[in-house]
T-cell receptor, first 114, second 116 residues
Framework: GENVEQHPSTLSVQEGDSAVIKCTYSDSASNYFPWYKQELGKGPQLIIDIRSNVGEKKDQRIAVTLNKTAKHFSLHITETQPEDSAVYFCAASIWSRGNEKLTFGTGTRLTIIP | GAVVSQHPSRVICKSGTSVKIECRSLDFQATTMFWYRQFPKQSLMLMATSNEGSKATYEQGVEKDKFLINHASLTLSTLTVTSAHPEDSSFYIC????????????FGPGTRLTVL
């Protein structure tokens, strides 16, 4: 099955600086890669996603890049703000038994230092 | 758009009792819903996938007789934890997908289950 690795597990960044979180996946058949932000006690919230036919996608301060050859994708947050502090999960999607199944990374706890 | 709700948000029950958790898609019809389990400071682990009107597909290691899933309508799926034990205490999260092939999964706010 699919295996998704995520690094780092924790990341502290000074407010205003950039944060980068990296993920690798194992199954070359994966074709959809969403990123989720999870605040304490809440469900994951989709912040950005990318499909395998695109190399990069940007939405204001957030961007995602995908390298299909190397099987890795990254989340970039620029001009970080205190409200960016949360746990971020990457995921890779693959078809399994007739459904699109998400495999999640282990998460990155991002702390923005004011 | 694409709002998913869960009820209850928190539940505490005694060991041996059953607990039902509801997952609703509020502004769209969900052909597929997913149930995840998340232990503290860990990632989300898929428990099962349910398509409306069909039996749920469970992931390896998940007991289908313990975690009963019903997806009776395009806006509602339920997870029933039967004969709950303390080790079932966890954060249960559902997600819903409008189309099976290309749509994003939208997650609910989660339900914190504590079994005493």
């Amino acid at each position: 099955g699919e295996n998704v690795e995520q690094h780092p597990s924790t990341l502290s960044v000074q407010e205003g600086d950039s944060a980068v979180i990296k993920c690798t996946y194992s199954d070359s058949a994966s074709n959809y890669f969403p990123w989720y932000k999870q605040e304490l006690g809440k469900g994951p919230q989709l912040i950005i996603d990318i499909r395998s036919n695109v190399g990069e996608k940007k939405d204001q301060r957030i961007a995602v890049t995908l390298n299909k050859t190397a099987k890795h994708f990254s989340l970039h947050i620029t001009e970080t703000q205190p409200e960016d502090s949360a746990v971020y999960f990457c995921a890779a999607s693959i078809w399994s038994r007739g459904n699109e199944k998400l495999t999640f990374g282990t998460g990155t706890r991002l702390t923005i230092i004011p | 758009g694409a709002v998913v709700s869960q009820h209850p948000s928190r539940v505490i029950c005694k060991s041996g009792t059953s607990v039902k958790i509801e997952c609703r898609s509020l502004d769209f019809q969900a052909t597929t819903m997913f149930w995840y389990r998340q232990f503290p400071k860990q990632s989300l682990m898929l428990m099962a996938t349910s398509n409306e009107g069909s039996k749920a597909t469970y992931e390896q290691g998940v007991e289908k007789d313990k975690f009963l899933i019903n997806h009776a309508s395009l806006t509602l799926s339920t997870l029933t934890v039967t004969s709950a034990h303390p080790e079932d205490s966890s954060f249960y999260i559902c997600s819903a997908q409008r189309f099976t092939s290309t749509d994003t999964q939208y997650f609910g706010p989660g339900t914190r289950l504590t079994v005493l």
